[in-house]
T-cell receptor
């Protein structure tokens, strides 16, 4: 069975600085998808970025980018130029390329942004 | 992007009563919807996968008679918590998958906070 691990329960970053959130996963599959979701205090889950495992190029979305290391089964999220609105819980998620489309979530990292 | 509406956002009920939560995909047809439960300061735990026109698939340890799921149309799935007890108090979140557009992404509702007295 697949597992997703987020080893940082909480992180802090100064406004305008850069922070990296860690995520590792375990799977025997070769094709899958990885996601980072943000959950602000409103509890609404918001997709931040996604990565297809078959793509070697790291995904980027404006200030958000990932470092996808397939062999190491690592999928970290880098937030550049951190803003107060980035403060939230961040969840890493895994989805197999076959089967039921269900996500496996990590335990989350709470990001605090300091003014 | 795709919008998923969840209603109600907060419900308080007495122990022993049943509560129904609705999840609607507003601008797309969702053949598959998912129901999650989230305890305070914890991650999302998948409860069941809801498929339009067929029975839901429940995760191990989730009581199907306790948490009734109905996916009667391509835009609506409902979760009914039957004979609710205080231990059922939690945050319930639904999500939906658009099979035709960005089909690998789940779009989430805003969640329902259930408080059982």
């Amino acid at each position: 069975a697949q597992t997703v691990t987020q080893s940082q329960p909480e992180m802090s970053v100064q406004e305008a600085e850069t922070v990296t959130l860690s995520c590792t996963y375990d799977t025997s599959e070769s094709d899958y998808y990885l996601f980072w979701y943000k959950q602000p205090p409103s509890r609404q889950m918001i997709l931040v970025i996604r990565q297809e495992a078959y793509k070697q190029q790291n995904a980027t979305e404006n200030r958000f980018s990932v470092n996808f290391q397939k062999a190491a089964k690592s999928f970290s999220l880098k937030i550049s130029d951190s803003q107060l609105g980035d403060a939230a819980m961040y969840f890493c998620a895994y989805r197999s390329a076959i089967g039921t489309y269900k996500y496996i979530f990590g335990t989350g990292t709470r990001l605090k942004v300091l003014a | 992007g795709a919008v998923v509406s969840q209603h109600p956002s907060w419900v308080i009920c007495k122990s022993g009563t049943s509560v129904k939560i609705e999840c609607r995909s507003l601008d797309f047809q969702a053949t598959t919807m998912f129901w999650y439960r989230q305890f305070p300061k914890q991650s999302l735990m998948l409860m069941a996968t809801s498929n339009e026109g067929s029975k839901a698939t429940y995760e191990q340890g989730v009581e199907k008679d306790k948490f009734l799921i109905n996916h009667a149309s391509l835009t609506l799935s409902t979760l009914t918590v039957t004979s609710a007890h205080p231990e059922d108090s939690s945050f319930y979140i639904c999500s939906a998958r658009d099979p035709y557009l960005a089909k690998n992404i789940q779009y989430f509702g805003a969640g329902t906070r259930l408080s059982v007295l």
